[in-house]
């Protein structure tokens, strides 16, 4: 007969691997949960820190992505990240970059 303290702990390594491997992909779960996150005119504008009256006058312009229905507007998170990420201006380093890559592609 094999030892009993043996195989109490194989059964707790893998008890242990599985709970480590949980608890890596939960964070990822909730990190994507979160930016599927529907939020309402208040939301978004508290989350882009601009006013409700701001707020309107960006979708009538067509400017934030937004979804209606029933009168009403809503706003994915994930959307407005993107939103935020699309007005980032390059520093003097990347332009310098994009330019000696811009010339070094013309001269070839």
Do not use: W
């Not at 390594?13 to 949980?22: A, P, Q, R």
């Amino acid at each position: 007969m094999s030892n009993p303290f043996e195989l109490i702990e194989a059964r707790l390594d893998k008890i242990e691997s599985l709970l480590l491997s949980i608890t890596e992909i939960a964070p990822q779960k909730t990190l994507e949960a979160e930016n599927e996150e529907l939020l309402t005119v208040q939301q978004a504008a508290a989350f882009l820190s601009l006013s409700v009256p701001t707020i309107y006058g960006l979708i009538s312009r067509r400017e934030l992505p937004v979804m209606k229905r029933a009168k009403r507007c809503y706003f994915l998170r994930s959307d407005l990240i993107a939103y935020l990420k699309e007005g980032k201006q390059k520093t003097n380093a990347e332009i310098r970059a994009a330019a000696d890559q811009h010339l070094k592609s013309k001269g070839k």
